[in-house]
């Protein structure tokens, strides 16, 4: 028997859909590969050279080593670490109790607190800067590691809760009264049988809040003024001067500063597939 013939039409259609994935990921790529050629580039003649040099000849690393022993940036990675990990556990901690009670518990203002946290992401976050300022004054906690992770924390929050509140719904009642059955409480039957089941849920929650605060530059900037704690964004922009933008140095760090993401993204990506999934049908 003859194989069956696939009809032209079958060719040209994965043609055309090679040829778009192709176009798609030349755009998102492009501006990676971009950054990453004038940080190895290594005079400012190759960077504002004409026509333009898309790779040098002679890729160098003095950008890197330049930012690493002159920029002081171990000390800014390890406060943007430090507050963005912080910040993103703490919020997530918080948000597995908060969101637990709104998935299982039904109450009076129960529909007025969802939606009260959903309109607190509808706010400009230069809007609550002034406030939240005043109270870190007030506190001692200005121009404080505790004081932006607290920042951080207080902004993830209703994030994390309405996120999570959606994979607690979707973990059948039935598991825990099973669990009750056997002798646990409830407190037991949550960290026991229900944590482990929206394992992706809690991933994807926390990959989102850690990249949010790692990336944040302007509440940062308002938050701290001391050299020694400011944050990756926040030094990086300082290489944008009056006059003149290092674009070397600066390049140099984008890329540093991208590889904790990329490595948080290799742990938790088995995770991450599913929480995506599973979000957007539950809820």
Not at 122 to 145: D, E, H, V, W
Request: charged share 10%.
């Amino acid at each position: 028997m003859s194989r069956k013939r696939k009809k032209p039409q079958y060719y040209v259609g994965n043609i055309l859909r090679f040829l778009l994935l192709a176009g798609y990921l030349t755009v998102v790529l492009f501006p990676f590969f971009w950054i990453l050629s004038t940080a190895v580039k290594g005079s400012q003649a190759e960077i504002y050279a004409y026509p333009v040099i898309y790779w040098p000849e002679h890729p160098s690393l003095k950008n890197f080593a330049d930012i690493i022993r002159i920029g002081n940036f171990g000390n800014y990675f390890l406060n943007s670490f430090l507050t963005a990990g912080i910040g993103a556990t703490g919020a997530v901690l918080v948000s597995i109790f908060a969101a637990y009670v709104l998935a299982r518990f039904d109450f009076k203002i129960k529909g007025a607190v969802l939606f009260l946290f959903l309109f607190t992401q509808m706010i400009p976050i230069f809007i609550s800067l002034a406030p939240q300022y005043q109270m870190l004054s007030k506190l001692g906690l200005s121009n404080t590691r505790q004081g932006l992770c607290l920042i951080y924390m207080s902004s993830m929050i209703p994030y994390s809760i309405v996120n999570l509140r959606g994979f607690f719904q979707g973990i059948p009642v039935s598991l825990e009264e099973a669990a009750t059955i056997d002798g646990c409480t409830r407190i037991q039957a949550l960290f026991k049988v229900v944590l482990p089941l929206i394992k992706p849920g809690i991933a994807t929650t926390y990959i989102f809040s850690f990249i949010n605060a790692w990336n944040d530059v302007f509440t940062a900037n308002m938050m701290i003024s001391s050299d020694e704690l400011k944050t990756i964004p926040v030094a990086l922009n300082s290489f944008i001067l009056k006059f003149d933008i290092k674009w070397g140095e600066l390049s140099a760090g984008v890329m540093l500063s991208i590889i904790p993401s990329v490595i948080l993204f290799a742990f938790i990506q088995k995770y991450m597939g599913q929480g995506l999934t599973a979000g957007a049908v539950k809820g």
